[in-house]
């Protein structure tokens, strides 16, 4: 036999408000008497139930709905109860006219009547049905026998109710309220069949504070199935006890909380077609059909047909893992730990939530949820499997990393996106450097290591979205680990033309402009560098029909093609356009002006000799490393060619720029004035040189 002891207030209402105070130690027994023996004489503390006239066994209905709310109770706690027959035990549940017109218990209780359960006799409860009147009745007097109180009144350890918000038949069977905020003084408004068909969510928890909780069932994978026609629920295929017996029709409804120890669990409802509302958070509600929700009265509803049951002491063991929609239209929210969501057909909307989720939308126009920006998160794309895979960057990492199919868009915190717009695409994987474009960014990864940097602009990840008809279509990583990386504009055929750092931040453009047409000479030198023909001309590189190349001496080519001055590496093939304050060379603007020779020179730069054809005059330019004019290097912009800068380059250019038909200063006209050390002073044709004595050359 059980002892009753006393039970303390946790301080939490939502718990306090349910406990009586005491609750049995020990295992504790119930029975149905069948003759008034079988109790105590005298039964002191009662009111004489036994001895009453109209003393009877309860019905074998009320006898089934009492085993069902003990088995009830068993799932969920770790209480010992037993059934003893018909003698004597703790909870002895009988009929007697003194408990008319309905039910009332007893709380446990070292005394004769304490735990007993008494039907009245003037409502017919051989009509208990799972989800009536009756067989909740039932459930609600073994509360009571047990050690749960009325959720609406004061008292217990805590003296006081259970909050408001949650004092009615959808979180307590406890409770004389139909709904929140219904009247305790009018009676239930439930519809037939439409109360609660289990112990409910501040029920379980409350009887967990008295009993512990059961991680033992259900603690296997657990698959739950429910019948949209009769409302029967299925447990790994195997049918619970029905609402109404089975009949369907307004007996179809399903108003249930589940409790599940552990194991990875599943709500399956690939069976319906309506448009469900999953929810697997505790103390949640999902709605599986309109239908089958209990009405409640006064136009009021129940919030779900299935509630998920509260964490214990925020042990996860009992969290629900999976869900499966329908085909209808539904919406799947996931809880804190990795989850498993099906859409399945339909228009689905699923949020997964914290923890590391699975989501797959199945057939239809399916969106995946996420809380934080687009900017928020990482996203890769596997192109073999069609599974796209978010890193959420936010610190503690609030939706974890989930791996997504069939979704159709994402929606973000600060707008919706097409998937199909963050497809991971290689653009080009030429020469050293490949372009991938995954989640909406460019990535430029070294072909060997399939890694690189993203690229940037002002620091900030460039996003497809934010640069409409622009495209990157070419990059290639170059001298000092920056990229060259070419835009072409899909709506006008123009292009642009960064430099970016080894980060793969923008710096500059290369071209003339920032837009440029495809003939521009600053793109067509790119192309064999990036090796393909960016501007679809035909030709990597200037077309070769075109070139001219006017002097091919030293390290330095000179080439002239569609009017514009290429200062070319010999070995590589390649090299900048000849610039002045920034802009290409075209060589219609300078007239009888031509370019004979360059050579690329210490530091990068260059030096460039342009003829008059007119007049015979020279000039001398000096060039950064980019082509581009920084100064003239003879005494006047327009020199003889007689001037001694012009003789002096001749040397490093290679050859007689000035047809005297000697290559420097004429041997035979100079004149040594002094030769110590390493300069020696020539004085030829009125000039002084400043001459280095090991090379023979100087200005």
């Given amino acids: 036999m059980a ?87 703790d909870l002895m549940i009988a009929q007697s006219s003194a408990a008319s017109p309905t039910a009332y218990a007893y709380y446990p209780g070292n005394y004769a009547p304490g735990g007993d359960i008494w039907f009245g006799t ?45 004092d009615s038949s959808e979180y307590t069977v406890m409770s004389y309220r139909s709904y929140v905020g219904a009247s305790t003084t009018g009676g239930y408004t439930n519809e037939a069949y439409g109360y609660s068909q289990t112990y409910m969510a501040n029920d379980i928890l409350a009887l967990q504070t008295m009993y512990g909780a059961d991680y033992t069932t259900q603690s296997s994978s657990t698959v739950y ?218 990535y430029l990864n070294n072909i060997s290591t399939g890694t690189g940097p993203t690229l940037k602009y002002q620091g900030n990840v460039v996003d497809t979205a934010n640069y409409s008809t622009w495209s990157v279509i070419a990059a290639e990583q170059v001298s000092g680990g920056g990229y060259d990386v070419v835009w072409k504009n899909s709506a006008n055929g123009h292009y642009s033309v960064w430099s970016t750092d080894s980060t793969g931040n923008f710096v500059t453009t290369l071209a003339a402009a920032p837009e440029v047409l495809g003939s521009d000479p600053t793109l067509k030198a790119l192309e064999p560098t990036l090796q393909q023909d960016l501007n679809g001309d035909g030709a990597i590189g200037i077309p070769a029909g075109s070139l001219v190349t006017i002097e091919a001496l030293g390290s330095t080519s000179v080439v002239v093609s569609g009017g514009n001055y290429y200062l070319t590496n010999i070995s590589t093939g390649t090299g900048p356009t000849l610039k002045y304050q920034g802009n290409v060379v075209d060589t219609a603007n300078y007239t009888t002006w031509s370019v004979i020779a360059a050579e690329q020179v210490s530091g990068g730069g260059y030096d460039v000799v342009w003829k008059n054809s007119a007049n015979g005059h020279y000039s001398v330019w000096s060039t950064d490393s980019g082509g581009n004019f920084v100064t003239t290097l003879a005494a006047a912009p327009e020199v003889l060619g007689s001037d001694p800068t012009l003789k002096a380059l001749e040397p490093t250019l290679q050859q007689d720029l000035n047809g005297d038909g000697t290559i420097g200063v004429p041997i035979a006209s100079p004149v040594t004035i002094e030769a110590l050390g390493s300069t020696s002073v020539v004085v030829s044709g009125g000039n002084y040189y400043l001459t280095n004595i090991s090379t023979g050359v100087g200005p």
């Fill in 225 to 442: 199935t429910w019948n949209p026609t009769t409302g029967q629920q299925f447990i790994n295929g195997v049918g619970q006890l029905a609402p109404g017996g089975g009949v369907g029709g307004s007996a179809n409804r399903i108003y249930e909380t589940v409790w599940d120890g552990g194991g990875i669990d599943t709500y399956d409802l690939s069976n319906y077609t309506t448009n469900l509302s999953i929810n697997l958070n505790p103390g949640a509600s999902s709605v599986f059909s309109s239908v089958q929700l209990a009405y409640l009265g006064n136009g009021h509803y129940a919030s779900g047909n299935v509630y998920n049951a509260y964490l214990y002491n925020g042990d996860a063991r009992s969290y629900i893992d999976n869900a499966t929609g329908g085909s209808g239209n539904d919406t799947i929210i996931g809880n804190a730990i990795a989850n498993t969501l099906n859409g399945a057909g339909g228009n689905d909307t699923i949020t997964g939530g914290a923890g590391s989720d699975t989501i797959n939308g199945g057939s239809g126009t399916d969106t995946a949820v996420y809380s934080g920006s687009r900017a928020n998160y990482t996203i890769s794309y596997n192109a073999a499997t069609q599974t796209f895979t978010l890193v959420d960057l936010r610190s503690g990492s609030p939706d974890g990393t989930d791996t997504v199919t069939g979704t159709e868009y994402f929606r973000f915190g600060d707008g919706t996106v097409a998937s199909s717009s963050l497809v991971s695409t290689t653009i080009e994987a030429f020469g050293s450097t490949s372009v991938f474009r995954s989640g909406g960014n460019y």
């Fill in 122 to 166: 003037q409502y017919n409860f051989s009509l208990a049905k799972l989800g009536n009147y009756y067989f909740t009745t039932a459930l609600h007097e073994l509360g009571h026998a047990i050690g749960l109180k009325h959720s609406q009144e004061a008292g217990g350890p805590g003296n006081v109710a259970v909050p408001s918000a949650h």
């Fill in 3 to 89: 002892t009753a002891v006393y039970v303390s207030a946790t301080n939490n209402a939502e718990i306090d408000g349910l406990l009586s105070g005491v609750k049995w130690s020990g295992t504790i027994t119930y029975s149905f008497p069948d003759a008034p023996s079988d109790y105590s004489n005298p039964y002191s503390g009662g009111s004489g139930e036994p001895t009453t006239s109209g003393f009877a066994s309860v019905p074998t209905q009320i006898q089934a709905a009492i085993n069902y709310a003990v088995g009830l109770i068993l799932s969920y706690t770790n209480a010992n109860i037993q059934y003893a027959g018909t003698n004597g035990a």
